[in-house]
């Protein structure tokens, strides 16, 4: 592992206690958004991490913060971003799916134009707790006939067991908490 990035991680994520709900430590990206040299780490660490999937059709990045790492990334390996979206943002037809999250439940959609069957994709956000939005996600993918390579994120919250939760699915954490 790139030990630039786990520092920026370890140094820059902030722990919020009780947020959004009493219970929750929210880990919060801001500060190391904020820091250019922090966010490079990140994003060269991760953009590493997805060429050793394989060659790879395009990146999926999740509302919001998947957007924030993933676009980059998107740039950086030179292959399609697509967006997937929470309910009620994607202007043409979409197909949906609706989880659960470790504070509440919602839906993601992405266009159904937006993946040709066949597809190889690595999905992108940054953190994994329950592993709702990546499970959902990877439903949204195989409904359109497009496989997932590869789950990638910044921080994995391991004692909710979201990674059991993709299996078979490769997933690939930069830091664990
Ligand atoms: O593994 P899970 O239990 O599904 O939780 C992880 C998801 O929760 C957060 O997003 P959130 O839905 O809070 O939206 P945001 O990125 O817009 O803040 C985070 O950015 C992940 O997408
Ligand atoms: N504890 C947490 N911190 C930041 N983002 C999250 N998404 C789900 N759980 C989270």
């Known amino acids: 592992m790139n030990d630039a990035a786990t ?19 929210f880990r919060d990206i801001t500060p190391l958004l904020s820091d250019p040299a922090g966010f490079d780490a990140v994003l060269s660490a991760m953009a590493d991490a997805a060429r050793g999937l ?43 799916a609706t989880y659960d999250l470790e504070y509440g439940t919602a839906t993601l959609e992405i ?38 390579v590869g789950h990638l994120v910044m921080i994995e919250i391991g004692a909710l067991g979201g990674r059991g939760r993709l299996e078979p699915t490769p997933l690939t954490a930069l830091h664990t908490y």
């Open 7 to 25: 520092r920026a991680i370890t140094g820059l994520v902030r722990p919020i206690e009780d947020w959004p709900e009493p219970g929750v430590t």
């Open 111 to 148: 266009h159904v134009d937006a993946l040709a069957p066949g597809a190889r994709v690595v999905v992108v956000d940054d953190v994994l707790a329950t592993g709702g939005t990546l499970t959902a996600t990877q439903s949204l993918v195989e409904e359109a006939g497009a496989t997932v």
């Open 54 to 96: 394989g060659q790879l059709d395009a990146v999926l990045g999740v509302e919001s913060r998947g957007f924030v790492l993933g676009a980059p990334m998107a740039r950086e390996l030179a292959v399609p971003f697509l967006p997937v979206r929470k309910e009620g943002k994607l202007p043409a037809e979409t197909r949906a």
